[in-house]
């Protein structure tokens, strides 16, 4: 059992943890347990009723928060020619081809998001063990292989995250930052859940948002009525 931190366990005891709250209360309580010395991400978690195991259940996309992450994430582009420069001029971290996938094979994986246009996928293939585990080999459910990638560039630099659900079922999703107001926590949470429920799959059955809590990066959970998830 892992050992918490005094300040953990003080900013735990400041609130009823048995209780489930609406988002806003939970957001607003997130934000005041807030303890690290850094400006801490909040984190949304969902608990869905589906089964990882089956593929057609399992659950996964992008979406654009209405009010970004707070932080700006580091592109990765595999393309070339017209393609590569396209992505270079919308503002890409990092652009390649043969020659970034030679890199990825060495260890490089300095980026938060990989993008590939369709044609190079054959090569990118080649690291899929290395990109896969680590949740950045393209793919085309969420947006990151595609000839626009121009657009996929400038998305992913405003705000746009992937989503997808873990072994358990479960769904976690960075909403901002403790030094957002409340309002806009609460607007990306807001838009994540809509986006979750968008994205159920036919097959699941039963109460799809079973759970949800809201945290700080250091600060303990808060739970959500799953019921009031929706705004």
Do not use: C, W
């Not at 990151?144 to 873990?166: L, M, W």
């Not at 159920?200 to 959500?224: C, E, F, N, Q």
Request: glycine fraction near 8%; proline fraction near 6%.
């Amino acid at each position: 059992m892992a050992v918490r931190s005094k300040k953990y366990r003080q900013a735990a005891s400041r609130f009823d943890r048995q209780a489930a709250y609406p988002p806003q209360d939970a957001i607003r309580i997130a934000k005041e347990l807030a303890y690290a010395n850094f400006d801490e991400t909040v984190e949304a978690v969902f608990r869905l009723g589906i089964d990882p195991r089956k593929a057609d259940q399992n659950v996964r996309g992008t979406i654009r928060l209405p009010h970004g992450t707070g932080k700006t994430k580091k592109v990765a582009v595999f393309a070339e020619g017209e393609k590569a420069r396209e992505a270079e001029e919308a503002g890409a971290d990092i652009v390649g081809g043969q020659d970034l996938v030679a890199r990825v094979e060495k260890g490089f994986l300095d980026f938060d998001v990989a993008i590939a246009t369709p044609d190079i996928m054959s090569q990118v293939g080649k690291v899929g063990k290395i990109l896969g585990p680590r949740g950045l080999m393209p793919n085309p459910k969420s947006g990151t292989v595609t000839f626009d990638v121009a657009d996929a560039v400038r998305d992913f630099k405003a705000g746009k995250i992937e989503y997808r659900n873990d072994r358990t079922g479960n769904v976690h999703v960075p909403i901002g930052k403790v030094s957002f107001d409340v309002d806009k926590l609460v607007e990306n949470f807001a838009a994540v859940a809509e986006e979750l429920i968008r994205a159920k799959p036919p097959t699941a059955k039963g109460r799809y948002i079973k759970k949800a809590a809201v945290s700080s990066t250091m600060g303990p959970g808060i739970k959500i009525d799953p019921l009031k998830v929706r705004p």
